[in-house]
T-cell receptor, first 112, second 112 residues
Framework: DSGVTQTPKHLITATGQRVTLRCSPR?????VYWYQQSLDQGLQFLIQ???????AKGNILERFSAQQFPDLHSELNLSSLELGDSALYFC???????????FGAGTRLSVL | GENVEQHPSTLSVQEGDSAVIKCTYS??????FPWYKQELGKRPQLIID?????GEKKDQRIAVTLNKTAKHFSLHITETQPEDSAVYFC???????????FGTGTSLTVIP
């Protein structure tokens, strides 16, 4: 167990819908990262937050947004869902945004 | 931005043989290089990492080498075992910001 908690584990929804994925970082970690992993694909970096502020942005679609709250948990919001958004979404955390990233178990999103 | 290439995409070895996975990166400012192991349906887990101030690091059967001049780094697994079968990802990062750029992954199969 990495100490990073992601909920829910599985999510099944329909096209056009909106969902929220939640991540609680390891105790003491200030930085949170979101990744998307499609079937047989690598890890695509979406966005990073550090202590509540956006630090880096990757290949995140405009339909997607995220935020990190004062208690340091983070949420990834996916809207106007399309079939191609079906993927594993991982959250990772690190202490200071400059070292090892620890991954959560992921949320498997299925868009039908 | 950074571009990380990883080879091979698939690798099969006999149990007890060695396995080598290679990655190249493009940004000479990258200075942190972790390797993650991902078993089917599970989270990526850090197995070893190296910083740019050293050329080699070893942890039991796993070693990583770094050639900063050529901008490539490699993962070496000796005396492979069936439980080493997984997808391995390399990544490159700059300390400032800590955005990871992942390679596309290598699916390693160790044949008993």
């Amino acid at each position: 167990d990495s100490g990073v908690t992601q909920t829910p584990k599985h999510l099944i929804t329909a096209t056009g819908q909106r969902v929220t994925l939640r991540c609680s970082p390891r105790s003491g970690d200030l930085s949170v990262y979101w990744y998307q992993q499609s079937l047989d694909q690598g890890l695509q970096f979406l966005i990073q937050y550090y202590n509540g502020e956006e630090r880096a942005k990757g290949n995140i679609l405009e339909r997607f947004s995220a935020q990190q709250f004062p208690d340091l948990h983070s949420e990834l919001n996916l809207s106007s869902l399309e079939l191609g958004d079906s993927a594993l979404y991982f959250c990772a955390s690190s202490v200071d945004g400059q070292g090892i990233q620890y991954f959560g178990a992921g949320t498997r999103l299925s868009v039908l | 931005g950074e571009n990380v290439e990883q080879h091979p995409s698939t690798l099969s070895v006999q149990e007890g043989d060695s396995a080598v996975i290679k990655c190249t990166y493009s940004d000479s400012a990258s200075n942190y290089f972790p390797w993650y192991k991902q078993e089917l349906g599970k989270r990526p887990q850090l197995i070893i990492d190296i910083r740019s101030n050293v050329g080699e690091k070893k942890d039991q059967r796993i070693a990583v080498t770094l050639n900063k001049t050529a901008k490539h780094f490699s993962l070496h697994i000796t005396e492979t075992q069936p439980e080493d079968s997984a997808v391995y990802f390399c990544a490159a990062s700059k300390v400032a910001g800590n955005q990871f750029y992942f390679g596309t992954g290598t699916s390693l199969t160790v044949i008993p």
